[in-house]
């Protein structure tokens, strides 16, 4: 995160090479053409993958033009939300996950940083923008249907799955 989470002061998470991230390997598959997907959750990492995928395809013209996406962009800072169209990123978004963390969310990331968050009609909007989960497809209509018609309170489904 780009400040301590609003719960825990002094921890930001993990990122980069002690998450497991090897730069030099992605670069590499970028710069042979490849396009590639980044797992990036939460404000840093989202602005740090926007970064390394921008100083990429800037060293490498094979890179660019490519379908490179970040997956988990559910918490964005609100200055790089507009990153993602100027750079052809497409924003990879989990549904479920803001069902999952409806409860918790503003606690964990503060209220300020809850602006990016789940941001995803503004995402929709101005970048391209996928909806995916691990779900089955029953599981995921109804949550989907929630997130984007209703925002209903936490009592929608209480007690079940979403």
Excluded at 25 to 37: I, N, R
Excluded at 114 to 122: I, S
């Amino acid at each position: 995160m780009l400040s301590d989470y609003a719960d825990r002061p002094g921890h930001r998470g993990v990122s980069g090479g002690a998450y497991g991230f090897n730069q030099q390997l992605v670069a590499d598959a970028m710069s042979a053409g490849f396009q590639v997907g980044i797992h990036a959750i939460g404000d840093a990492g989202n602005r740090a993958t926007l970064d390394f995928i921008d100083s990429v395809t800037r060293a490498a013209p094979k890179a660019r033009g490519l379908r490179h996406r970040v997956e988990h962009a559910q918490v964005v800072s609100p200055p790089d939300i507009a990153r993602f169209a100027a750079l052809g990123v497409i924003a990879s978004v989990q549904p479920p996950h803001a069902v999952e963390d409806k409860g918790w969310a503003e606690t964990r990331v503060g209220a300020e940083r809850m602006a990016g968050a789940y941001a995803w009609r503004t995402l929709r909007l101005m970048s391209r923008m996928r909806g995916r989960s691990r779900w089955g497809s029953g599981r995921i209509s109804w949550c989907w249907m929630w997130i984007r018609f209703g925002r209903a309170g936490r009592s929608c489904c209480a007690g079940r799955w979403c």
